[in-house]
Structure formats: C-alpha cells, structure tokens
C-alpha cells in the first residue's frame, strides 16, 4: 500500500515495529500533538488484542536515581517519588 493512502495511526503502527518511540518523538515524526498520539498508542494497543503482536511500554525512568516502578507506564510523571528529581524520561512504545 501506498504511504500517502495509509492513515496516521497505520503509519505508527509501522513505524512501532521497526523501533521504539515515545509519545513526544511519534508527535514529532508525525507532526500531531502529543495528546493525540498517546491516543493513538492506545488504539493501536486494543487492534493488536486480535494477533500475535503486543504493545510493550518501557516505562519511564528517573534520570537521577534510575527509579521505574511508577504507577502508571503510559503517562510521564511530573517527578520521581524517590529522590523528587523532575528528570523523568517519556514512556517508549514499541510492537512486538
């Protein structure tokens, strides 16, 4: 298929399987904002359920410390509930 007949989110999804990429570079490459591509990594998420691939997160990790055991592994905390540093690396998505 033609790369101007596919959608954003089929170019994503692409592109996820041949690395991994955070919410803020996939809003870069594709020139989306960064709400709208975490959106995207979600519904890429639920059409992979159906086959052999998976969504896999690595999680965000604190610069300072090397702290990952957040909550939540989508979303960039503000800052580490370890040493409080605000240096905290986005979330990266990839198809595997």
Same mark, same amino acid.
Do not use: W
């Given at each position: 298929?033609?790369?101007?007949?596919?959608?954003?989110?089929?170019?994503?999804?692409?592109?996820?399987?041949?690395? =991994?990429?955070?919410?803020? =570079?996939? =809003?870069?490459?594709?020139?989306?904002?960064?709400?709208?591509? $975490?959106?995207?990594?979600?519904?890429?998420?639920?059409?992979?359920?159906?086959?052999?691939?998976? $969504? $896999?997160?690595?999680?965000?990790?604190? +610069?300072?410390?090397?702290?990952?055991?957040?909550?939540? $592994?989508?979303?960039?905390?503000?800052?580490?509930?370890?040493?409080?540093? +605000?240096?905290?690396? +986005?979330?990266?998505?990839?198809?595997?």
């Amino acid at each position: 298929m033609r790369e101007a007949s596919r959608t954003t989110r089929q170019r994503i999804a692409d592109r996820l399987r041949e690395e =991994a990429m955070a919410a803020g =570079a996939i =809003a870069t490459t594709f020139e989306i904002q960064t709400s709208d591509a $975490l959106t995207h990594v979600e519904h890429i998420a639920k059409s992979l359920e159906p086959t052999d691939e998976q $969504l $896999l997160v690595a999680p965000p990790e604190c +610069e300072e410390c090397g702290f990952s055991d957040f909550d939540d $592994l989508t979303n960039r905390p503000s800052r580490c509930p370890e040493c409080k540093c +605000e240096s905290i690396t +986005e979330p990266a998505y990839r198809i595997g």
